[in-house]
């Protein structure tokens, strides 16, 4: 027997039904990011390793053990996208985008890919949605991020949503602090994971990351980084709450909040859903004050946040939302008889200027016919045979009351547009 192949472990295919209401989620990110004054960008799938490796960080979990990387047949050494942020910007100084306006805000969507090993709300292949603005400092710009993922969240539906909020500090802080980590994990390197000790030598700050219980039993007692903050990054930090506060946004200070990737400066927050639990996050983002100078730019702040599409469809199933989705169709055209087919075709092409129509390709009983457009759910059949033909008419059931119409083959288009209204298409 031939061999049946499955999809790679990690990967999972979007089936039409769920497919459909990815689309709803989509276009309710991008109404809400446009409503917002982002526009969309759309980057490689793949870029040189190397824009990982500056941007990501090269000490991160994501560039040390999580990207696909290979060679093509040139030799370039690529990785296909972990994350989209380092790409956004690779593309934002490659085509000047700092020239077209002080501030850029873009959204982006698409899949990103990472080594992990798969599990509950964890794939090799997932998809993102999220934005960036470059170009500015002010806490505004951060507090406009956590209410734009609020809302979005919100707004497909989602309850229970909590944002757990940090500051990792300016240069200045950060540099202190992760003195003051890496003196703590020295006395207590015995009771960290293997990976942590790794974590230890490239970055001490992974190490507050770690989900391993016994490293978070270490962590607990380590020193937290509100000690060492200086002023400024205090009062971004306090305007951050504050204005997010004033848009309706539930969160809390989170010490212990450090987030995986090695670009961010002062802000960080995560949102997540009380009932998916705090380590499986809707999305997190942050600022990344240095990140664009770091892949070759000029000094240029910025903050952005990525949410996670299946998480974000857990979280729906969680709390039992339904997305209405409407990608049934209008009108089954079920032609009988070989001559039939040319005009079937011909209608079905003519009626598709607004509504939506289901063409059968094979000759079928009627009765057959039928039962599918039943299953369809559609509301009206038109029926073609040959006596209809030479009679210049269709005969149309009404699927719902049974009752069967003759209407003029001219005349049908109009006839059904009449009673199924402006259908909006989809
Ligand atoms: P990150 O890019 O790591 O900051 O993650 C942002 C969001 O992407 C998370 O909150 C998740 O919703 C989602 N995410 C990250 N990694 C995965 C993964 N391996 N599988 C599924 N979703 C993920």
Redesign the pocket.
């Known amino acids: 027997m031939t061999r049946r192949f499955k999809a790679m472990r990690g990967t999972h295919d979007i089936l039409p039904e769920e497919a459909s209401r990815w689309r709803l989620i989509e276009e309710e990110f991008a109404t809400i990011c446009i409503r917002y004054g982002y526009q969309e960008i759309r980057t490689p799938i793949f870029e040189s390793t190397e824009v990982f490796e500056r941007g990501t960080g090269f000490s991160t979990d994501v560039v040390q053990k999580e990207m696909y990387t290979f060679e093509d047949k040139k030799g370039r050494r690529l990785s296909l996208r972990p994350?989209a942020t380092p790409s956004v910007i690779r593309a934002y100084l490659e085509h000047n985008l700092d020239k077209r306006a002080k501030v850029l805000k873009v959204f982006y969507m698409g899949p990103m890919f990472?080594y992990?090993r798969p599990g509950a709300?964890?794939?090799r292949q997932?998809h993102?949605l999220g934005i960036e603005v470059i170009g500015t400092a002010s806490p505004v710009a951060d507090a406009e991020a956590i209410v734009l993922l609020w809302d979005f969240l919100r707004a497909i539906g989602l309850k229970r949503l909590k944002v757990r909020l940090n500051s990792l500090g300016c240069e200045k802080c950060r540099v202190e602090y992760s003195g003051i980590v890496k003196s703590f994990l020295e006395g207590n390197l015995k009771h960290l994971c293997q990976d942590c000790h790794e974590r230890f030598a490239r970055n001490p700050l992974r190490v507050l990351d770690c989900k391993q219980k016994k490293c978070k039993a270490v962590v607990a007692k380590a020193p937290e980084i509100g000690e060492v903050l200086c002023q400024p990054c205090r009062d971004h930090l306090e305007e951050v709450k504050r204005l997010i506060k004033l848009g309706g946004v539930e969160s809390y200070l989170d010490a212990r909040l450090v987030?995986?990737?090695d670009y961010y400066t002062r802000t960080v927050f995560?949102v997540f859903h009380e009932a998916s639990g705090i380590d499986n996050?809707?999305?997190?983002g942050g600022r990344y004050d240095r990140l664009v100078e770091d892949l070759g730019g000029p000094s240029m702040p910025a903050v952005g946040f990525?949410?996670?599409m299946?998480?974000i469809g857990q979280a729906l199933e969680i709390d039992g939302v339904n997305l209405e989705t409407n990608q049934s169709v209008d009108v089954f055209i079920a032609p009988m008889g070989g001559q039939a087919f040319e005009k079937a075709f011909e209608l079905a092409r003519d009626l598709r200027l607004n509504l939506r129509v289901w063409l059968e390709f094979d000759e079928r009983k009627i009765d057959r016919q039928l039962r599918t457009a039943s299953r369809l759910g559609v509301r009206f059949t038109v029926i073609i045979g040959s006596d209809e033909i030479s009679r210049g008419i269709v005969k149309v059931k009404d699927m719902t009351t049974g009752e069967q119409y003759e209407v003029e083959q001219s005349g049908v288009a109009g006839w059904l547009k009449k009673r199924l209204g402006g259908t909006d298409l989809e």
Not at 281 to 284: A, D, P, T, V
Request: hydrophobic letters at 20%.
């Open positions: 994350e990472r992990d709300g964890r794939y997932f993102q987030r995986g990737l995560e996050s809707l999305g997190g990525s949410a996670g299946e998480r």
